[in-house]
C-alpha cells in the first residue's frame, strides 16, 4: 500500500518502546505552512540581535556562569568557557560551570541511548577535570523542556551572576529557547553572550553572489527539474570556505586557552561549595544501556579529550591496520607510525573504503564537541608545516578537511533553512512523493514477539535488522545495530536503498539512525539522508540511484566488511559474496532480496518525476 507523507507522529513510528510509554509525544513533522514561515524568519538571526540588544553595562555579580551544552564538551579550545573565564578573572569573582540534562529534548531529537551514555562518561571526567581548578560543574536535570530557559535565568539568578556565556546550538528548538533566555534575562539585568564554536567558519560568512546562504539553484523545465538541473552547491560553498579561512587564519583558527582556575576560597563559599558535590547521573531514565552494550561503548569511544586528542594523532601518523575495522577499541597498541603511508595522506584514495581502517572515526568526539573541529585543521597545517590550509581534491589531507567543510555547510543549512530541523524537505515540491506504508498491519504477526517493533511493516523490520538479502545493505545495518557508528559511505548505500530501493520515507531513515548513532548530530544526519533522497540542499539528483550492488564491489573490494558482519555469508568469494546466487542464498540460511533493483529502479524515477503520483 503506498501513501502521502503524513504530518503526524505516526508515520514516523519509533522502534523504541521509551517514544511510545512517555507521555511527552512531540510533533515530528511541521506542516509546509509553518516551515515555510519560520524560514521567512530565521531564530538564529533574531538571537544574534538579541545578543546585541542585551544588557550593556550589569552590575558586578557574586560569579560568572558557562552553560554547557552537549556539542561543546571540552575543556581546551572552548570559545564560550574561555570567554567566561577571562571576565571572572578581570571582575575578580568565581566562574561556575552549568549543564542542564534534558530527557524531553532527548526524546524530541531522537537522542540514542549510546549518544546520552557518551555524554555523560564525559562529563564525569569533566567534572573531575574543572574540580582541579577549583571550577565546580553543576548539573541540573530539568522537565518540561519549554520551562528550561525559566530554569537556567532562575539557577544563573540564585548563583549572583550577572554575566552567562554559552556555545551557540544551532538547532531550532535550542534557538527559540536560547531566545526566551535572552529576554528573560535582559529583565533581570544580567548580560547574555552567545559565540560561535562548533564551526570553523560560522554561519552567515559563505554567501552567493547575491548575498544568500548556499543552498541549491535549479532549472526548472516544465515545472521537472532536468537533467542538468541541480548546479554545483557545496562546491562552490567549499572553495569560498576555503578562501575565507585561509584569508583569516588567526581568526578562524584561534587556538583558545583552558580556563584559569578559581581561587581556592570557592570551596569553602557558602553558596559555592556544595555545588562540587553534584552528582552526575550514571544514566538517564528511558535512555539506559544494557550493560553488555555500555561496556562495549566505553571500550569502542573511550571519553575525555586526551583519548579524542591521541585517535587524531594516530589517523594523522599511522598506518591502516585490518585489525582495528570493526568494534574494536582505537587506543589499541601496536600502531606503525609513517610519515608518507598514514590513513590521512591515503585518504583520498582509501576514503570509500569499509573492508579498510580508513576513516579517522572522530565523527563522535566531534558532534560532541569532545575534539575541537579547529584542532583539527590546526594538526594538518603543522603537519605540512604550512600556514595555510590544504583543502584540494588531490591529496588525502584536502579530502579530508574538505569532509570538515561539510560539517559547517550543513549546518549552514540548518541556520539558513529552519525547515529541515522540522521534518520537512528542502525541496518542499518531494513532499508530494509517494513512499510506501512502511508500517504493518494492526494484526501483522510478526516473526519474533519477543521483539517490540512499534509495528514496523515487513520491509522496514528487514532493513533495520539487516536481513534484506542485499549483503553491503545487510552489513552495514548490523554493523549500525552493533556499534552506533557506521562508515559514512554505508551511510550512503544503505539511506539510498531505503529511500529508492524500497520508497521508504527518507524521515523513517533519518530517524532510526539517530536513535542509534553515537555520534548522532541533526545538521550532518539530516543532511545525509535528504542528500539520498533526494529531496534536500545540493542533493544526488532523483535520476542517480545508486545500485548496491556495484556499490559493495567498490566500498568492499575485498569482502571483509560483509564477510564480518554478514557471517553466513563467509565462504562466499567474488560476485557471490556481492550478491549471492538463489541456490547459494538458499544453502547458507540467506534471505533472498525484498526487492529486484532494476524494478525498484523504475518505481522511484517514476515516482520522483511526478510527485504525487503513484
Request: net charge positive; with cysteine.
Amino acid at each position: 500500500m503506498a501513501k502521502h507523507a503524513r504530518d503526524s507522529n505516526a508515520q514516523l513510528s519509533s522502534s523504541n518502546k521509551r517514544f511510545c510509554t512517555t507521555h511527552f509525544r512531540p510533533n515530528k513533522v511541521a506542516t509546509s505552512e509553518a516551515a515555510a514561515a519560520v524560514d521567512a524568519d530565521p531564530p538564529f538571526f533574531k538571537l544574534e540581535a538579541a545578543v546585541k540588544d542585551s544588557v550593556k553595562n550589569p552590575i558586578k555579580g557574586e560569579s560568572i556562569v558557562y552553560w554547557m551544552r552537549m556539542a561543546d564538551l571540552r575543556i581546551s579550545d572552548n570559545r564560550a568557557l574561555w570567554l567566561a573565564s577571562s571576565q571572572a578573572k578581570k571582575q575578580e569573582i568565581p566562574l561556575i560551570v552549568i549543564f542542564a540534562l534534558s530527557p524531553q529534548d532527548y526524546i524530541a531529537h531522537d537522542r540514542s541511548p549510546r549518544r546520552i551514555d557518551f555524554t555523560l562518561r564525559n562529563l564525569i571526567k569533566l567534572k573531575a577535570s574543572l574540580a582541579e581548578l577549583d571550577i565546580p560543574l553543576h548539573s541540573v536535570t530539568h522537565t518540561p523542556r519549554r520551562t528550561m530557559a525559566d530554569r537556567i535565568i532562575s539557577m544563573v539568578s540564585d548563583f549572583g551572576c550577572t554575566n552567562i556565556y554559552a556555545n551557540i546550538e544551532y538547532e531550532l528548538d535550542e534557538l527559540r529557547r536560547d531566545l526566551k533566555v535572552c529576554d528573560l534575562a535582559k529583565g533581570k539585568g544580567i548580560k547574555t553572550i552567545f559565540v560561535h564554536n562548533k564551526c570553523i567558519v560560522e554561519p552567515g560568512i559563505i554567501l552567493t553572489k547575491d548575498k544568500r546562504a548556499y543552498s541549491v539553484r535549479l532549472l526548472v523545465v516544465n515545472e521537472f527539474v532536468s537533467a542538468n538541473a541541480i548546479l554545483e552547491v557545496y562546491s562552490p560553498y567549499q572553495r569560498g570556505w576555503l578562501k575565507e579561512l585561509n584569508s583569516n587564519i588567526p581568526h578562524y583558527l584561534e587556538d583558545c586557552p583552558k580556563p584559569e582556575a578559581n581561587p581556592s576560597s570557592i570551596r569553602t563559599n557558602a553558596k559555592f561549595a556544595s555545588l562540587f558535590d553534584t552528582p552526575i547521573p550514571p544514566a538517564i531514565e528511558g535512555f539506559e544501556l544494557q550493560q553488555e552494550d555500555r561496556k562495549k561503548m566505553r571500550d569502542v569511544f573511550p571519553e575525555g579529550e586526551e583519548a579524542a586528542a591521541e585517535i587524531l594523532r594516530r589517523f594523522l601518523t599511522s598506518k591502516s591496520r585490518t585489525s582495528q575495522s570493526g568494534a574494536v577499541n582505537p587506543l589499541a597498541s601496536g600502531e606503525e607510525e609513517s610519515n608518507k603511508a598514514s590513513r590521512i595522506l591515503k585518504y583520498d584514495q582509501d576514503r570509500d573504503r569499509a573492508d579498510r581502517d580508513s576513516t579517522s572515526r572522530l565523527s563522535v568526539y566531534l558532534s560532541s564537541g569532545v575534539l575541537s573541529i579547529r584542532e583539527c585543521v590546526r594538526a594538518t597545517m603543522k603537519l605540512l608545516n604550512s600556514d595555510k590550509v590544504e583543502g584540494g581534491r588531490d591529496s588525502g589531507i584536502g579530502r579530508w578537511v574538505q569532509e570538515l567543510a561539510w560539517r559547517d555547510f550543513y549546518t549552514c543549512v540548518l541556520v539558513g533553512y529552519p525547515r529541515v530541523s522540522m521534518g520537512r524537505p528542502f525541496l518542499e515540491k518531494f513532499s508530494a512523493v509517494v513512499w510506501e506504508d512502511h508500517q504493518a498491519p494492526e494484526d501483522c504477526e510478526t516473526v519474533d514477539k519477543t521483539v517490540d517493533r512499534e509495528k514496523d511493516g515487513e520491509m522496514l523490520r528487514r532493513w533495520k535488522e539487516g536481513t534484506t538479502g542485499v549483503p553491503i545493505v545487510d552489513a552495514t545495518m548490523r554493523c549500525l545495530k552493533a556499534m552506533g557508528w557506521v562508515h559514512n559511505r554505508m551511510r550512503m548505500i544503505t539511506a539510498m536503498f531505503l529511500t529508492k530501493d524500497l520508497m521508504i520515507d527518507w524521515r523513517v531513515g533519518e530517524r532510526y539512525f539517530m536513535e542509534q548513532l553515537i555520534d548522532g548530530d541533526l545538521a550532518s544526519n539530516n543532511g545525509g539522508w535528504q542528500w539520498s533522497a533526494s529531496t534536500g540542499v545540493d542533493p544526488c539528483p532523483y535520476f542517480r540511484i545508486f545500485n548496491p550492488y556495484s556499490q559493495s564491489t567498490k566500498a568492499d573490494p575485498t569482502g571483509d566488511f560483509i564477510r564480518s558482519w554478514v557471517p553466513e555469508l563467509s565462504k562466499l568469494r567474488g560476485p557471490d559474496l556481492h550478491n549471492p546466487p538463489e541456490s547459494a542464498a538458499k544453502k547458507l540460511g540467506y534471505p533472498l532480496p525484498v526487492a529486484k533493483h532494476a524494478e525498484a529502479r523504475d518505481r522511484a524515477l517514476r515516482r520522483f518525476k511526478n510527485p504525487g503520483e503513484k
